[in-house]
């Protein structure tokens, strides 16, 4: 069960210091890009579906969620950051489309009008492989808002950018503890058992840099430490 909440989380507040059509296009990409906002959501919410572990499989719905009020903000600092009516003329490179099909709607594509796909979701069934697909996913979306933080000067924008990366940062660090409950499970069962997977092939020249690998399951330090 979903329930909208009409405060923010955290009373998070989302204001502009003026229009800035131009950048309203760049943040298209956390709505509806490859590493944005909602692919996190559907991602997390996937996944969660075939989860036997309820903390954990509470933990993917409760960051999944999460991720839909962050798709809220993004949407809402998009239309302030318009504050213009139709007029294609005031995006000098971008996409242009929601002047011509959604009336400046906040809609779901990239900064480039590609619309958004189920193709960026992963959803393996396989506990292991969901979470560090996660830490990835959070990594890289933490990556696009660094990029968005560097071209802006608003200040209130770049308050809604910061607070975003932190909580992204936050789910980072939950996934990675998630990580260290199951390590020993789903395809981590049986991790380097061959020796196979103790060679490292040096097909480059010259040297070798590095040595024979010693396979251990991936994991993390507490990083509350």
């Known amino acids: 069960m979903f ?12 204001k502009v210091e003026g229009p800035n059509p131009q950048y309203a296009v760049l943040m298209q990409e956390q709505l509806g890009g490859a590493n944005g906002e909602l692919k996190a959501a559907l991602q997390y919410l996937s996944q969660s579906f075939r989860v036997k572990d309820q903390t954990i499989k509470d933990l993917f719905l409760d960051i999944g ?18 504050g213009h009516n139709v007029n294609h003329e005031t995006v000098g490179v971008g996409e242009i489309e929601t002047h011509v099909l959604s009336g400046l709607t906040p809609d779901l594509v990239n900064s480039s009008g590609a ?16 979470i560090l697909s996660n830490i990835a996913s959070e990594q890289r979306a933490k990556v696009v808002y660094e990029y968005l933080y560097r071209q802006i000067n608003d200040k209130e924008v770049k308050n809604t950018i910061d607070f975003l990366l932190n909580r992204e940062e936050a789910h980072n660090a939950l996934f990675r503890e998630a990580l260290n409950k199951v ?14 997977s103790k060679l490292y092939f040096d097909l480059s020249t010259p040297g070798r ?8 399951e991936p994991s993390f330090s507490n990083p509350r430490r």
């Not at 329930?3 to 989302?14: A, G, P, S, T």
């Open 115 to 130: 619309p958004w796909t189920a193709n960026y979701v992963t959803v393996t069934g396989d506990i292991v492989a969901d």
């Open 3 to 14: 329930k909208h909440e009409k405060q923010f989380l955290n009373n998070f507040q989302v």
């Open 183 to 196: 390590k020993d499970t789903a395809s981590n069962k049986d991790f380097g058992v061959t020796d196979d």
């Open 209 to 216: 840099c590095f040595e024979n690998p010693n396979p251990t």
């Open 65 to 82: 969620t999460e991720e839909l009020s962050h798709m809220e903000i993004v949407a809402q600092t998009i239309n302030l950051l318009n």
